[in-house]
């Protein structure tokens, strides 16, 4: 098919005649054999029909025409363009009552396009061919109004069209995997929705509500404008769960602030209770009273605990010997005393050194259990004084949001100038509908106004005088 139209760019029409009806003929077998593509082959076949009837008319053969033509589907989506086609091919032959019957046929149809909106005037002039002068003026009276109406409509679209009213007018499909999975859940589709089935390259799966969208809706710019505002609207969602997800962040803070003072409370009556500073002057005070001690060589200050109850066995036979009358027993246990004093001065004496090292290692370990102790205490109470953590979280927190805040505002303007574009296509398309509208207008009126002199001037006479404008021909063109 290709080199068939690259034949008749070329203006090679006779082979390119020769390659369309070996492709029809390939394609008619091909058909009886291939189910799988069966779909795809058809719509080739039809469009290599239309081809080669559109050739036929060109080269002036209408009866092979309109043979070629009669063979594509009614239900084709070439049928609009055979349909128009067969029309002109029957009013050069003559046979405007086929012609007639295509057009009204074509006429039924809701489709905008240059086959469709070509009917109410092309209707006139077959009337007008056929000798109902009187008929083809009221039908050039129709044709008018209804171009006048078309253009208007066309015209109040163009100004007042917005993004919402171009995807009223597109019926979004439904992916249909997610359709089994969530089948239950009434979900609106719109674009950005996971919901909404595309292909592999993105491209959106959609059907025109509003015909006058139809062919603007085939076309690639539209399709990758549509695909692009629909990956945008899916980011916008993405961010707008990231927005819900941070703010969701505030409760969770609050709850960890309450808990957190919760504990401090906690804490700080556990602390009050150790009374710890009492305890850390104490430690103070018995340290320097150690050093007191050791300068003065005191040893009495580091005996052990079997010296200390010796000690008490003296001082309670000290005061028993003061009991006691003056005689013989009296000097004797004053005797025995006095040995015991002897004995427990060298005791003290000679195990002193002993005595304050282990005194001394005692200190050490007490030192150190406070110096931890006030290590530990300052950094609970800096943690209690601090809030780092939850600081570190708020701020993490508020840079997210000032990410999350200039995001949105890039992607805002993003998916602003994307829709602008896409409305650009549309209204383009419109345009290009009302001058195409406009143009019928145009030509309805002047052959009104042509019909209405000559009925007017010679109301017997016969329509012998021909439409000045043609039928089109096989590129559409007047």
């Known amino acids: 098919y290709n080199q068939a139209v690259a034949l008749l760019n070329d203006k090679r029409y006779d082979i390119a005649s020769k390659f369309l009806r070996s492709l029809v003929s390939d394609l008619s077998q091909w058909l009886i054999n291939d189910t799988s593509n069966s779909a795809e082959l058809l719509a080739l076949k039809d469009q290599s029909l239309l081809s080669l009837g559109q050739l036929y008319l060109f080269q002036n053969d209408y009866e092979q025409a309109l043979i070629i033509l009669k063979r594509i589907k009614i239900e084709s989506v070439f049928s609009d363009q055979a349909l128009f086609t067969y029309a002109v091919a029957a009013s050069y032959l003559k046979k405007f009552g086929l012609a007639l019957q295509a057009l009204n046929t074509l006429q039924e149809r809701e489709l905008f396009s240059p086959w469709r909106q070509q009917t109410p005037y092309a209707l006139a002039y077959l ?102 505002l629909h990956e945008l609207y899916k980011l916008k969602f993405s961010l707008n769960r990231w927005e819900d997800q941070l703010n969701s962040f505030d409760s969770m803070m609050v709850a960890r602030e309450q808990l957190r003072n919760k504990r401090i409370n906690e804490t700080l009556n556990v602390m009050a209770s150790q009374q710890s500073e009492q305890w850390i002057k104490q430690q103070q005070a ?13 040893g009495e200050f580091f005996m052990d605990d079997d010296q200390r109850d010796y000690q008490l066995i003296i001082q309670r036979m000290t005061k028993n010997l ?70 570190q979280l708020f701020e993490r927190i508020k840079e997210g949001r000032a990410r999350l805040s200039s995001m949105k505002f890039e992607l805002e303007k993003k998916r602003s100038q994307a829709s602008a574009n896409l409305l650009a296509l549309v209204k383009e398309e419109l345009g290009r509908q009302r001058e195409e509208t406009q143009n019928y207008l145009l030509a309805a009126s002047t052959a009104r106004a042509r019909l209405s002199d000559a009925l007017l001037l010679n109301p017997t006479e016969e329509a012998g005088a021909q439409s000045q404008s043609e039928p089109h021909s096989m590129e559409g063109g007047k």
Request: proline content about 2%; charged content about 30%.
């Open 127 to 228: 009337y007008e061919q056929f000798g109902e002068r009187e008929l083809a003026l009221e039908a050039y009276s129709v044709a008018v109004n209804h171009y006048k109406n078309l253009a208007q409509n066309l015209e109040q679209d163009q100004e007042s069209v917005t993004e919402k009213k171009v995807l009223d007018a597109l019926s979004l499909q439904e992916n249909s995997i997610e359709q089994d999975l969530l089948s239950d859940q009434e979900i609106v589709l719109a674009l950005g929705r996971n919901r909404v089935a595309n292909d592999e390259y993105g491209y959106l799966q959609v059907n025109p509500n509003d015909f006058n969208y139809a062919e603007l809706l085939a076309t690639e710019p539209f399709q990758l404008g549509l695909r692009d």
């Open 286 to 298: 018995f340290s320097l009273e150690f050093d007191r001690e050791v300068a003065a060589e005191n």
């Open 322 to 391: 003061e009991q006691l009358p003056n005689g013989e027993e009296k000097d004797n246990f004053s005797q025995k005393l006095k040995r015991m004093k002897a004995y427990f001065s060298w005791w003290v004496d000679d195990h002193n050194s002993v005595n304050r090292w282990a005194s001394q290692k005692q200190l050490n370990h007490l030192t150190r259990a406070v110096d931890e102790f006030k290590l530990r205490n300052a950094t609970l109470k800096k943690h209690v004084s601090s809030d780092e953590v939850n600081q």
